[in-house]
């Protein structure tokens, strides 16, 4: 697997399980019905932030990741990341390369530390697998968010130190 920048070309494999996770409704905070427009708009950052996408031997688009500032001014020395594995490709361990090279990528930038700030406590694979690279649960923003299936569940805010 190459984890590479993405182009916008790139957009036209990442659209049909971006919109396929977006639309489902259970592990991101972003409008069911986004549009692909508003989705590559907030997907494909540009720099000093970055977006790549996990590919194959083929070039076949695996998986996606969006790293960049948390917040600005005094705050801006954290990171953030978002990922997105096309559920064809599940459990192959793209989710986890993408971590990885996220958390590398935020620490060669000069980052201090990780945050991501809207983790679904009901995403128990992605929960599990950020605390297995060092993330921890600071605290759940009790009914953050409404699960199409189980109702009103948390949202963790999970960190990690670089």
Not at 26 to 40: A, I, M, N, W
Request: charged content about 20%; hydrophobic content about 40%.
């Amino acid at each position: 697997m190459l984890i590479r920048e993405a182009d916008t070309e790139d957009w036209q494999a990442v659209w049909p399980f971006f919109h396929e996770i977006v639309a489902a409704g259970d592990t991101f905070t972003y409008p069911v019905d986004l549009s692909e427009e508003q989705g590559r708009d907030w997907w494909l950052l540009p720099p000093p932030n970055r977006t790549v996408v996990a590919v194959d031997e083929a070039g076949t688009v695996l998986g996606t990741a969006k790293m960049n500032t948390n917040h600005m001014g005094n705050g801006s020395h954290i990171a953030s990341a978002s990922y997105m594995v096309d559920p064809a490709h599940s459990g192959r361990g793209v989710g986890r390369a993408l971590c990885r090279y996220t958390i590398e990528w935020a620490r060669a930038a000069g980052f201090r530390a990780m945050q991501f700030n809207a983790v679904v406590e009901t995403n128990v694979h992605a929960v599990k697998l950020y605390r297995s690279l060092g993330f921890e649960v600071l605290g759940t923003l009790p009914e953050g968010f409404r699960h199409p299936a189980k109702g009103y569940v948390g949202l963790h805010i999970m960190h990690r130190t670089l």
